[in-house]
Nanobody, 121 residues
Framework: QVQLVESGGGLVQAGGSLRLSCAASGRSYTMGWFRQAPGKEREFVAT????????YYADSVKGRFTISRDNAKNTVFLQMNSLKPEDTAVYTCAAAVTNLVAKIEAQYNYWGQGTQVIVAS
């Protein structure tokens, strides 16, 4: 069993930055971030494989967000820069029992509770 705890969400002005963290218990896996805006389906944001050398991003965040991980601390990060109001959502981290890049929600086995990000215009 893997437990995931996110932190770092909050309120920020458009153009600002936030850094989300996700602390995982147990073994290190491929990790991902998803988000769900009000009234919308949950969508993929970014993922990183176990060794941390293969990040992958949704087109909507490419060039603005950076996913990274510290395996010694079993923590994955999402650095979000140049935030836009459309980035407002609950951000949730997830762990997939694979060493490969995982872009699909169904590939993930464990989910955190989520952290709210609000970007004010």
């Amino acid at each position: 069993q893997v437990q995931l705890v996110e932190s770092g969400g909050g309120l920020v002005q458009a153009g600002g930055s936030l850094r989300l963290s996700c602390a995982a218990s147990g073994r290190s896996y491929t990790m991902g971030w998803f988000r769900q805006a009000p009234g919308k389906e949950r969508e993929f944001v970014a993922t990183i494989n176990r060794s941390g050398d293969r990040p992958y991003y949704a087109d909507s965040v490419k060039g603005r967000f950076t996913i990274s991980r510290d395996n010694a601390k079993n923590t994955v990060f999402l650095q979000m820069n140049s935030l836009k109001p459309e980035d407002t959502a609950v951000y949730t981290c997830a762990a997939a029992v694979t060493n490969l890049v995982a872009k699909i929600e169904a590939q993930y086995n464990y989910w955190g509770q989520g952290t709210q990000v609000i970007v004010a215009s």
